[in-house]
Nanobody, 117 residues
Framework: EVQLVESGGGLVQAGGSLRLSCAAS????????IGWFRQAPGKEREGVSA????????YYADSVKGRFTISSDNAKTTVYLQMNSLKPEDTAVYYC??????????WGQGTQVAVSS
């Protein structure tokens, strides 16, 4: 059974930090690009960051560049999103996604991040 389990969300003041974790199981971790998406109330889901553990490549949305860092622990099949200098506009439900194309995509249940001003 494929599972993506997010954790680490919470309430933080503007300027603070959180680290999200996505623990993956049930599929070949190295075959997938793991990404973080977020969805704020009334808005569409948007891509935040992604990592390919085999290629070592990363992606960041412009809105989080320089503040967020994605990393992967392949031995633990876990991907992390370190979020620093958080802003109120970062408030959203954050979802972990695993994708290798051709319709092979999986989603976690999401973790809430709330940033107060």
């Amino acid at each position: 059974e494929v599972q993506l389990v997010e954790s680490g969300g919470g309430l933080v003041q503007a300027g603070g930090s959180l680290r999200l974790s996505c623990a993956a199981s049930g599929f070949i971790f190295d075959d997938y690009v793991i990404g973080w998406f977020r969805q704020a109330p009334g808005k569409e889901r948007e891509g935040v960051s992604a990592i390919s553990s085999t290629e070592g490549s990363t992606y960041y949305a412009d809105s989080v560049k320089g503040r967020f860092t994605i990393s992967s622990d392949n031995a633990k099949t876990t991907v992390y999103l370190q979020m620093n200098s958080l802003k109120p506009e970062d408030t959203a439900v954050y979802y972990c996604n695993a994708d290798r194309g051709w319709g092979h995509t999986y989603w976690g249940q999401g973790t809430q991040v709330a940033v107060s001003s």
